[in-house]
């Protein structure tokens, strides 16, 4: 049991934390209560909301569920442990919710850092998180529990249809702050590295302890290996990008093929592994993608995060940013301002996007 005290009344609370049996529906439904008390019922993991699906994913090991407990029993927060499709041994730590009533406890950061020390969590190559970004409190939770930051998914989930308690800013669509704490792997391999983000992904490595080999790329050749999936709900398209292949630049003129709907926006992870990554790093720059930093550690290889808004524009100027995010955001930032202002060798395919 850990006594928190909630800093602006000096209320106390005893706090419990646990992982959630699948066999006792009072967790499930404690965990259940939580994401209500603060999504409604617009969270996009539906199954969430099925009791009996929820727990028999936990059962197969498909994702691990945790909840904070009152010493009344009274659910006071979850947290879980999801893969993250396509990009494997990096699970996503998501579904972390406060209960209004218990906010201002510091219940956040001492769940997480209880959740870190369980035993699962050695036997990944790191655990992720994407912080949202209408708010700051998770990012600056993440800093104090030993995450550190790698880069942004812009534009993910719209805010339409994902309610929550907070400002949403004048985002159309909500973006995540993404760090890793690095577990298990220490050697990220050879990686080839775009010239110009060089020093940047470098000096995100050696915040992370874990060792490269700068190698030479090359042109590509044979056939792009690669998983694309379209949230048809909320208008994304994610598409991990294993091995580039010749036939690289037709796929990516059939991602950004019009007509696309109001709203769509794309985020392509490229594998800094494959010899072809700078050049499939060329192909999205000149059709307009944007670098928004990295996402590494994983089984399959070490990605870099393309982004490209199509019609909607970025949200780059409307993020709630954390002082210990604030270099890897003002680096994405003022990267794309400097290119807008710089211009591109190529207007036609890479027009000037509002940052709105």
């Given amino acids: ?5 909630r800093e602006k009344t000096g209320e106390k609370l005893s706090c419990d934390f646990k992982e959630v049996n699948p066999d006792a529906m009072e967790d499930i439904l404690g965990f259940q209560a939580c994401i209500r008390d603060e999504y409604g019922e617009s969270y996009p993991r539906d199954y969430i909301y099925k009791p009996h699906e929820l727990a028999e994913k936990i059962r197969q090991g498909e994702i691990l569920c945790y909840l904070a407990l009152s010493d009344r029993k009274d659910p006071v927060a979850s947290l879980a442990l999801t893969p993250f499709k396509g990009l494997e041994r990096v699970p996503e730590m998501t579904m972390h ?6 906010r201002g406890f510091g219940v956040g950061t001492e769940f997480t850092k209880a959740v870190l ?3 699962p969590i050695d036997e990944y190559n790191a655990v992720a998180i994407h912080s949202v970004t209408f708010h700051s409190i998770a990012q600056r939770q993440t800093i104090s529990c030993g995450f550190l930051p790698t880069g942004f998914l812009l534009s993910v989930h719209s805010n339409d249809i994902l309610k929550h308690s907070f400002d949403i800013n004048g985002c159309r669509k909500q973006s995540f702050a993404v760090a890793v704490l690095p577990k ?5 391999g050879s990686l080839h590295l775009p010239p110009e983000h060089e020093s940047f992904i470098k000096g995100i490595y050696e915040k992370l302890s874990v060792v490269f080999k700068q190698a030479d790329g090359k042109n590509s050749e044979g056939k792009t290996e690669y998983h694309c999936e ?11 990008v294993f091995k580039c292949g010749e036939d690289f630049e037709k ?7 019009k007509p696309y709907k109001m709203g769509q926006t794309i985020n392509v ?5 494959d010899p072809c990554a700078v050049y499939a790093y060329e192909v999205l720059k000149n059709r307009g993608f ?7 550690l994983c089984a399959n290889g070490e990605f870099m995060i393309m982004h490209h808004p199509l019609g909607l524009g970025l949200p780059l100027d409307r993020l709630e940013i954390d002082e210990g995010y604030r270099r890897v955001y003002d680096y994405i930032a003022y990267g794309q301002i400097k290119s807008q202002r710089e211009g591109s060798a190529n207007e036609e395919k890479m027009p000037m996007l509002p940052i709105t």
């Fill in 230 to 240: 379209q949230d048809e709900t909320h208008l994304t398209k994610t598409t991990e």
């Fill in 290 to 296: 944007i670098f928004t930093g990295l996402h590494p």
């Fill in 97 to 102: 919710v406060v209960r209004k009533t218990y």
């Fill in 117 to 119: 020390d369980s035993p």
């Fill in 184 to 188: 298990g792997k220490k050697d990220a």
């Fill in 269 to 273: 992870f490229i594998n800094l592994n």
């Fill in 1 to 5: 049991m850990v006594e928190l005290t």
């Fill in 251 to 257: 796929l990516t003129d059939a991602l950004l093929q």
